[in-house]
Nanobody, 126 residues
Framework: QVQLVESGGGLVQAGGSLRLSCAAS????????VGWFRQAPGKERDFVAA????????HYADSVKGRFTISRDNAKNTVYLQMNSLKPEDTAVYYC???????????????????WGQGTQVTVSS
């Protein structure tokens, strides 16, 4: 079992940047894809970005394409989400999740992910 811990959230003004990190608590010999999702108050948890185990495959929600970049460092068991040009509508709790069933994929469905972090709050002020 893998535990995921997100960090890097906070309060930022519109147009600013944040970098979120998702660290696995212990090393695993299994490969896994990672997805980032977000949930605003009163709304469903939505897909943001995903990256395959190798890092060669990535996928973004249309709402963040061109502003967010997902990357990973498998030596550090860490996945990053660089968020630029932030908007107030990006305000949400951001979660990372691991998909062991399809490590080469970049699924947008939260049901494909097996393990989840506790989330980190991102607040963008106007």
């Amino acid at each position: 079992q893998v535990q995921l811990v997100e960090s890097g959230g906070g309060l930022v003004q519109a147009g600013g940047s944040l970098r979120l990190s998702c660290a696995a608590s212990k090393r695993t010999t299994s490969s896994y894809a990672v997805g980032w999702f977000r949930q605003a108050p009163g709304k469903e948890r939505d897909f943001v970005a995903a990256i395959s185990w190798s890092g060669g495959g990535t996928h973004y929600a249309d709402s963040v394409k061109g502003r967010f970049t997902i990357s990973r460092d498998n030596a550090k068991n860490t996945v990053y989400l660089q968020m630029n040009s932030l908007k107030p509508e990006d305000t949400a709790v951001y979660y990372c999740a691991a998909n062991f069933r399809a490590p080469g994929g970049v699924s947008t469905s939260l049901y494909e992910y097996d393990y989840w972090g506790q989330g980190t709050q991102v607040t963008v002020s106007s």
